[in-house]
């Protein structure tokens, strides 16, 4: 029981995995044993590093809406309700994404049109939403929006709807 839970601490060493090792530090490294493909994971470790990976999504999820309209649409003094609304849009739509994308639906009448059936969404665990790549693009579409008389919001707005309707399938 307790190897399920913590594994096994006579072979791995969770101090050398966890903890880095500087490359110019003297003293000799302790050769570091990791797991290998398809071995079973113990349970703590598992939901250890599961929840690690969720706070990644998260913070990559929040941090690009909050960079937007902190310095593009907001400027000083910073508008904390906005603020709010970017990330909750975000939010949702990483969420809608992600639910089409993990779904694995048959497009109707596509066997008839394209001669094959085709497929929305791919059928693998991933998940969809904003990206660092985005940052610069929306800042300086949002920029030019404001530039010609469109609100910050509705700018922002546009470029989330640009986003969800080119992670469409291509067709051809």
Do not use: W
């Not at 530090?25 to 349970?43: A, C, L, M, Q, T």
């Amino acid at each position: 029981m307790k190897e399920t839970l913590f594994g096994d601490t006579s072979r791995y060493d969770y101090k050398s995995m966890c903890i880095p090792s500087f490359p110019c530090s003297r003293g000799d490294k302790p050769k570091i044993n990791f797991y290998g493909r398809d071995e079973p994971i113990p349970i703590v470790l598992a939901l250890l590093m599961g929840l690690q990976h969720a706070f990644a999504m998260i913070g990559g999820l929040i941090t690009p809406p909050l960079v937007v309209f902190k310095f593009t649409i907001c400027g000083f003094p910073f508008c904390a309700d906005l603020e709010q609304y970017a990330i909750s849009a975000a939010l949702i739509t990483s969420g809608i994404c992600t639910i089409i994308n993990i779904a694995h639906f048959p497009i109707p009448f596509t066997e008839k049109i394209f001669g094959r059936i085709m497929y929305l969404g791919s059928g693998v665990l991933s998940v969809m939403g904003t990206s660092f790549t985005f940052l610069p693009i929306f800042e300086m579409a949002i920029s030019q929006m404001k530039d010609n008389g469109v609100e910050g919001t509705v700018a922002y707005g546009k470029m989330i709807g640009t986003s969800m309707v080119c992670n469409l399938p291509d067709f051809s």
